[in-house]
């Protein structure tokens, strides 16, 4: 049963001026508190409020603890079953009701159970959104066409990205959908603050989408558990970063091999592999160099003999060139070409520089968390392709002067 209530004077303390318990679970329910490495288990009662707080009860000595909606770093899918929805928590972040120096914080376990009817009521008035359906987003957003969905191998579809409560919401991706195919060489844009980074971090799982899906070969990622998601990540993407993220201490061998070696490859694979990545990167000359030793153009190809040591599908590479002199980046950036090209390695990168991006074959520009424009290379040169970005930008720069 519903039932709907004021302002709790056990939560007034700890709720927002305008935070109200909208919804209590007519039974209490077993959480399984984690405390070094061991699980106590406790019965609770789940008030859930309208700003997507959770508060857990326990009667018998009158305290709580709570979830903060701003902790809340991925979204609670449930299933539905027997009519209830079933919400499965694992390794959930909630703070005590008195915060000691020792422990700021709690995680916890538990399976909810909601009715079908009482989980339509919590959706229709909270403020944000908290639970989602399993494979529903899938299910009601049928965006990419039968004939051309074969061929695209990552998708983010009605993605929205919210950081804040609900007084001080902040959206830095408002319904994006992009699609990537086998092959491309996607490049995105946009100004400070636009939401680039944002999309290229929820395309790749480093971060969650508030709402919205984000599929890969068809398969919804967001319904992964950690330890699965890692082992996607592994297989299927290399990450390439602008500051390099080399150990000083190992050799560039030793750096390449890295993820073999925390995989457990077998010592000759991780040979095998390893000089046969230098060699297609022209680094042999110096696998037994450490970092420090290294040119900064050396180092990046370093890092991209990292992440494609792991055969992976897509390459992410967020702003690459930032540390690199002019001559050193389009190096960098034709060696991605010639990967792209002749080994058809799918790539996904973010840049603010013109001329890196007129190497890529699909410009996805974004303005206010939004896709604002996409442009196809097709048959242009390189050249052309170059001038057509600028266009874009430019026309962004324009815009930015009329505000002004």
Known sequence: MIIILSVDSRFTKFMAEDENVIYELAEPIEVAIENRGEKLLQRRKLFISNIGNLYFYNEEKSSFFYSNAKTITKNIYYKIKDGYALCSLKH????????????PNLFIGCTIKIPVNDMDFIQKNLS???????DAIAENHEDISPESSANIILSGEHLVKEYGDYKD????????TVKIETGDFVCIMGPSGSGKSTLINNLST????????VKFKGKNLL???????????YKNLGFIFQDFNLVN???????????LILAAVPR??????????????????????????????????????RALVTNPQIIVADEPTGNLDTKNSHEFLKMLQNLNEKNGTTILMVTHDNMIAS???????????????????????QKEFFYKIVDVTSGESQNLLDIL
């Open 268 to 305: 000759k694979e991780i040979e095998e592999r390893t000089s046969e990545i230098a060699e297609t990167l022209n680094i042999t000359e110096i696998l037994k160099k450490y970092p420090s030793q290294c040119s900064g153009g050396q180092r990046q190809r370093v890092s991209c003999a």
């Open 249 to 259: 201490t190992l050799t560039v061998k030793e750096n390449i091999a890295l993820p």
């Open 223 to 233: 319904s992964m558990g950690e330890k699965e998601m890692s082992n996607f990540r």
């Open 128 to 134: 944000l959104g908290l639970f989602f359906e399993k």
């Open 359 to 381: 190497y890529s074959k699909k410009l996805i520009f974004i303005r206010d968390g939004k896709v604002a424009e996409i442009l196809e290379k097709d048959s242009s040169t």
């Open 92 to 103: 959930f972040i909630v703070f005590a009701e008195k915060k000691s120096i020792i422990a």
């Open 169 to 176: 919401k902040f959206t830095a991706l408002n319904d994006v």
């Open 206 to 213: 480093i971060d969650t989408p508030t709402s919205g899906a």
